[in-house]
């Protein structure tokens, strides 16, 4: 199974942008790199999904290098209602079982 | 429109007893997955039903936890003689398709909250 590994925690402020970078050093050709944001007392929301390249939504982009070994996350201009946990995950579209949370990056964001 | 639902939200109950956990997933959404959360740690997977059946089962701790969808829509989480380590947030996931579980985006209920005591 491809592990993946964040920081535990950042800290940032109104207005910056943030980039959190996940390593999965172990992804499989069929595996995707999926984002989500969890705020407490909530159910994680999607964020953003990738293969390779880069990508980009109304909320994020994500990076992914030629390797796929990394990617990184990218909140522009953030805001107080950014400050959650965010997961990176890595999973092949076949199996639920593949997919796995790890514990995520707390986000903070101050005034 | 409606999102998902998990009733209750909170649950109290003492070691050794039997609770069940309610999902209501998105009116639509064939693929249905339950995950466990315990504080600090991200969702943990534990069984993913498509449709009716239990496509993959392998998040299961033991045999005192089972899940049904008898009709393919809503879900109940089944535990028996619940045991302390068993608290935790037990959330539900509802996706379209579930044609690729892990790269379908999901829709996330609240969780419900279990403490045993």
């Known amino acids: 199974l491809a592990k993946t590994t964040q920081p535990i925690s950042m800290d940032s402020y109104e207005g910056q942008e943030v980039n959190i970078t996940c390593s999965h050093n172990n992804i499989a050709t069929n595996d995707y790199i999926t984002w989500y944001q969890q705020f407490p007392s909530q159910g994680p929301r999607f964020i953003i999904q990738g293969y390779k390249t880069k990508v980009t939504n109304e909320v994020a982009s994500l990076f992914i290098p030629a390797d796929r070994k990394s990617s990184t996350l990218s909140l522009p201009r953030v805001s107080l209602s950014d400050t959650a946990v965010y997961y990176c995950?890595?999973?092949?579209?076949?199996?639920?079982?593949?997919?796995?949370f790890g514990s995520g990056t707390r986000l903070s964001i101050r005034p | 429109g409606a999102g998902v639902s998990q009733t209750p939200s909170n649950k109290v109950t003492e070691k050794g007893k039997y609770v069940e956990l309610r999902c209501d997933p998105i009116s639509g959404h064939t693929a249905l997955y339950w995950y466990r959360q315990s504080l600090g740690q991200g969702p943990e997977f534990l069984i993913y039903f498509q449709g009716t059946g239990a496509a993959d089962d392998s998040g299961l701790p033991n045999d005192r936890f089972f899940a049904v969808r008898p009709e393919g829509s809503v879900s109940t989480l089944k535990i028996q003689r619940t045991e302390r380590g068993d608290s935790a947030v037990y959330l539900c996931?509802?996706?379209?398709?579930?044609?690729?579980?892990?790269?379908?985006?999901?829709?996330f209920g609240p969780g419900t909250r279990l403490t045993v005591l």
């Open positions: 995950l890595v999973g092949d579209g076949s199996s639920a079982s593949k997919i796995i």
């Open positions: 996931a509802s996706s379209l398709s579930g044609g690729s579980p892990a790269g379908d985006e999901q829709f």
